[in-house]
């Protein structure tokens, strides 16, 4: 489903953000990424929609990125950022899970329809009206979970899922990944998320890929976890 | 939350022409500030439009304490330009100006032409001249951005002020005589804040993104509109401001011959005799002295209001 | 988030006639109220009683209570009084004679006194006129009503996004002042500081605003990428799906504009008599 080969991207000031990874992602799979803060999970993520475009090739199902179906690949892969408030930039909820379905041409009428599943399908029934504003952050991380799924992406990335929540959403929200289908590229701190949702692990360290296997292997090599800044 | 300068003029001391007027006047540049802006910032800068906005009206917010309770504040004009340019700095400022009246009641509606006038076409095309000017003279030089950011902090309040006193004088409101020298005095004073905040402002965003400031250099071919209305509007401003000021029954003249005493139902000076302080024959020096005592009421109510402030902040 | 700004923020939930109303006839109302209010001739007490009442009906109405038309008072700055003042000095017209001084009479202007109320009186009413109907109306239905009377799309866009993140901003922006009170061992004494702490605090406040600056260019990256995520390809699109206004809406606003030409012919005929 997703293929990366030998991705590299700098910075602004030069800075090397991701050392030719090379990697490869099943339908359906589920992958946990983890690494220090500064690894560059983040701009990993924003290469496989396209927003940051490094040298090298991402594929995504038959689609080899490049300028030109930009819009294709956006419909096909879900990106899910860290801090919500970015996210929901609308002042309604409806606003906010039907910006993608405005933008893909979507007629008015399905549009309403495909919202209130969405919104269904996150456990927020009913809440078109209320403002981004007023929702509590694990209510905030459903809705934004909800602006992407209404799109029926192939892929989900995800980016810090549980960061900040309680246990109660943290739960609420592991539940609700367990339950979609997607292929899912889950970056993340929460290592007994990576054990609970994700069978295979990645870990980034400096921008370069330093651990491609099974995720019970890793967490129980406490060495490699230390020496990678997750322990 | 009081208003960060007191240059909202609520509804009720502009006559409807005077309002009505500007209203139709900041319109027209908004409309063309849309035109301009508006394809440059559907591209890349919409976001940054919206959330600058809401940071400049929360910037109102940061002050410094002057003297027991009053403080010094922004008003975010000549940042605005500073960072993205003279005509997103326009359409950044009318959202600060209309949320302010609609939904803080800082400033009236009828008159919210008047305010969008002063504070988001005025202020704006000042502090662009400033900038403009001096990019030609100083050159890019780190003393040259911080001086420039003072001064358009500065003169954009400044300007602003005098443009809101005009307004007043033409509604019949209040005397030229009086309203300019208030309304500049005091605004002279709270611009030092502003070109004070502005340059602090820019000298943080140098350090930490020197970039930003490249890109406005883009702007100056398309924008040479708002440098002459920057130009016009100050050369204007502080030539007529004082000979309106001392010949108020001029700018009465002018006003009535235009209606706007009419519409301001006979607003209150025809000549300069009547406004003669009681007691004293000679008109020049009267008028003098009428003005003298305007501003000594000002420095009287200023200390009076700061300290209750005081009080009212330490509750 | 600072109570402060909220609640000076105006909207207050409810589920009155007031609320429900579609926000476009509420701009209406409340333009003819403003509008009506202007056009009155200084004097006309019994007209600006009259409004007076018409704003307390709304009031009830909207079963809001009366504290909402003192939140907002009159707090006239500075500059704008002490323009005013001068009214009080007038020749013409009867005087008002006030023994000040022994031997020093000072005569203020009986017009001027006249001039000076009614002006505050009548800003007073536009100004509570503007607080009752905000008070019952959300700022994004006033920003729809607004693009329904032809506000262009990219400036409800601009205002639309400013207010998501005003509050946010806000609480930002307090959050500072907070933590720089914490920090700061300077007295709060009412003495005049020294004219270079003054200068010094200013930077700093400018510093500040400049961090708040900044993290708001980062934080409207971000909206930008996630904007993008969605498809967003630099033309803007989104429903402004308005119904019409219904006869039972349009007669309502008919009727008010007609009871406001009815209160000026009421203030005019008063004055001629």
């Known amino acids: 489903m997703i293929e990366i080969t030998e991705l590299s991207y700098s910075y602004e000031d030069g800075k090397l953000a991701i050392d030719d990874v090379n990697l490869k992602i099943s339908p359906g799979e589920k992958v946990a990424l983890v690494g220090p803060n500064g690894a560059g999970k983040t701009t990993l993520l924003l290469h496989l929609n396209g927003i940051l475009q490094g040298s090298g090739i991402l594929r995504i199902g038959d689609w080899v990125i490049s300028e030109k179906n930009l819009r294709q690949i956006r419909a096909r892969v879900g990106l899910v950022f860290q801090s919500p408030d970015d996210q929901l930039f609308s002042n309604s909820v409806y606003e906010d899970v039907a910006y993608g379905l405005f933008y893909q041409g979507v007629e008015t009428g399905t549009i309403r329809a495909r919202v209130s599943d969405a919104l269904n399908l996150v456990g927020m029934p009913g809440s078109e009206t209320r403002s981004p504003y007023h929702l509590s952050l694990g209510e905030k991380k459903r809705v934004a979970l909800a602006t992407v799924l209404v799109m029926r992406p192939q892929v989900l990335a995800l980016d810090e899922p549980t960061a900040g929540l309680d246990p109660r959403g943290r739960r609420g929200i592991i539940n609700l990944l367990k339950s979609l289908e997607q292929t899912m590229l889950i970056a993340t701190h929460d290592l007994s998320l990576a054990e609970e949702l994700c069978p295979r692990m990645l870990i980034m360290d400096a921008g370069r890929l330093v651990f491609d296997g099974m995720t019970g292997a890793a967490l129980s090599d406490r060495e490699l976890l230390i020496k990678n800044g997750l322990l | 939350m009081k208003s960060p300068v007191p240059m909202h003029i609520p509804d009720g001391f502009l006559s409807i022409a005077v309002a009505g007027i500007l209203w139709l006047v900041s319109l027209v540049f908004i409309f063309i500030a849309l035109k301009k802006a508006g394809k440059e910032i559907d591209e890349s800068r919409l976001p940054l439009v919206g959330v600058l906005a809401a940071a400049i009206f929360a910037g109102q917010m940061l002050n410094f304490a002057v003297s027991g309770g009053t403080s010094g504040h922004l008003l975010g004009a000549a940042l605005a330009v500073l960072l993205v340019g003279p005509w997103p700095a326009v359409l950044i400022m009318t959202s600060v100006v209309v949320v302010q009246a609609l939904v803080f009641q800082d400033g009236g509606i009828l008159t919210l032409g008047a305010n969008l006038f002063n504070m988001a076409v005025v202020g704006v095309a000042v502090a662009y001249f400033v900038s403009s000017l001096f990019r030609r003279w100083f050159g890019r030089q780190r003393w040259a951005a911080l001086l420039t950011a003072f001064t358009a902090g500065w003169l954009s309040i400044f300007i602003a002020s005098l443009a809101a006193a005009l307004e007043l004088a033409f509604s019949g409101t209040s005397p030229a005589n009086i309203a300019i020298p208030a309304m500049g005095g005091i605004h002279a004073l709270i611009g030092i804040g502003e070109g004070l905040i502005t340059l602090g402002a820019v000298s943080l965003l140098m350090a930490s993104k020197p970039q930003l400031f490249d890109q406005t250099s883009k702007e100056k071919v398309k924008s040479s509109l708002v440098w002459i209305a920057g130009l016009i509007f100050t050369v204007i401003l502080l030539v007529f401001s004082p000979l309106a000021s001392s010949k108020p029954d001029g700018l009465e003249w002018v006003a009535e011959k235009l209606g706007f005493l009419i519409m301001a139902q006979d607003a209150s000076y025809h000549i300069i005799p009547d406004y003669v302080l009681p007691g004293i024959q000679n008109e020049a020096l009267a008028t003098i002295m009428a003005g003298v005592i305007g501003v000594i009421i000002v420095i009287a109510v200023v200390t009076l209001l700061t300290r209750r402030n005081k009080a009212a902040s330490q509750s | ?273």
């Open chain 3, 1 to 273: 988030m600072p109570a402060g700004a909220f609640q000076r923020a105006s909207y207050l939930p409810g589920g009155s006639a007031l609320h429900r109303c579609d926000a476009r006839v509420k701009l209406a109302l409340l333009s003819t109220f403003l509008l009506t209010i202007a056009l009155l001739p200084i004097g006309a007490w019994v007209v600006y009683a009259l409004i007076g009442g018409l704003l307390l009906a709304g009031l009830l109405i909207s079963e809001l209570p009366l504290a909402v038309l003192c939140k907002r008072s009159l707090i006239l700055e500075i500059p704008i009084i002490l323009v005013l003042l001068p009214q009080l000095f007038i020749k013409n017209g009867d005087s008002l004679e006030l023994a000040i001084f022994p031997y020093h009479h000072v005569y203020l202007s009986v017009m001027g006194l006249e001039r000076i109320v009614s002006l505050l009186i009548r800003s007073w009413l536009s100004l509570q006129g503007a607080v009752l109907i905000t008070s019952v109306t959300r700022f994004e239905d006033l920003l729809a009503a607004m693009r329904a009377c032809g506000l262009p799309h990219l400036m409800t866009v601009i205002f639309g996004l400013m207010w998501r993140y005003l509050f946010i901003l806000i609480g930002e922006a307090s959050r500072m002042n907070q933590a720089r009170a914490s920090r700061s061992a300077a007295g709060q004494s009412g003495a005049a500081r020294p004219l270079g702490l003054i200068i010094w605090n200013a930077r700093v406040t400018g510093g500040m605003a400049g961090a708040l600056l900044l993290r708001s260019l980062e934080r409207s990256e971000r909206i930008h990428q996630a904007m993008q995520a969605r498809g967003y390809d630099g033309h803007l699109r989104g429903s402004s799906m308005e119904e019409p206004l219904t006869a039972k809406q349009k007669g309502l606003t008919l009727l008010f504009v007609l009871t406001g030409f009815l209160l000026l012919f009421i203030a005019y005929g008063w004055k001629m008599r």
